[in-house]
């Protein structure tokens, strides 16, 4: 995966790509969060991490794209708007299932984020995300083949 490629997918993800008729955005990781999204898919979080691996260095930069960080960022802020209403209580919209399954995932980009954007080393920065992999060879194996892409 290039890193133009990784910017694409994060744009995906986040719903903030133009292109709303290419279906990576109704199927991307905010845009089954909406009402009528479906199934959460654990395959869009591990794209949005191997995506932010693939821009480690550009989000530890001292000059970064607005656009990646407000991609990233939008990802994690309306995952909790929809998991968490205003009054606390979990979405009616969403299982508790999979409200905790989606809030460990925007705590790991967010602490990815956090990380890289602080000038943390690589096993600092992807210690969650690695160590969420190891309980799944499934999911590695997704992760290392879009490393090789």
């Not at 691996?53 to 794209?65: T, V, Y």
């Not at 960022?73 to 209403?85: A, D, E, G, K």
């Not at 606390?88 to 980009?109: F, H, K, M, T, Y």
Request: aromatic letters at 8%; proline letters at 3%.
């Amino acid at each position: 995966m290039t890193k133009t490629e990784a910017m694409e997918i994060l744009s995906f993800h986040s719903c903030r790509n133009k292109n709303v008729n290419d279906p990576r955005w109704e199927f991307g990781f905010v845009g089954r969060l909406r009402p009528s999204g479906g199934e959460l898919n654990e395959d869009n979080f591990i794209q949005i991490m191997e995506s932010i691996r693939i821009l480690k260095d550009d989000l530890s930069s001292d000059m970064i794209d607005k656009n990646l960080v407000y991609d990233i960022t939008s990802i994690i802020h309306l995952t909790r708007v929809w998991c968490l209403p205003p009054s606390g209580g979990p979405n009616s919209c969403i299982n508790a299932r999979d409200q905790e399954q989606l809030l460990l995932w925007v705590d790991i980009v967010e602490k990815t984020l956090f990380h890289l954007l602080d000038g943390a080393d690589d096993d600092t920065a992807f210690q969650d995300y690695d160590s969420y992999l190891q309980d799944s060879n499934d999911q590695q194996l997704k992760a290392e083949l879009l490393r090789m892409l």
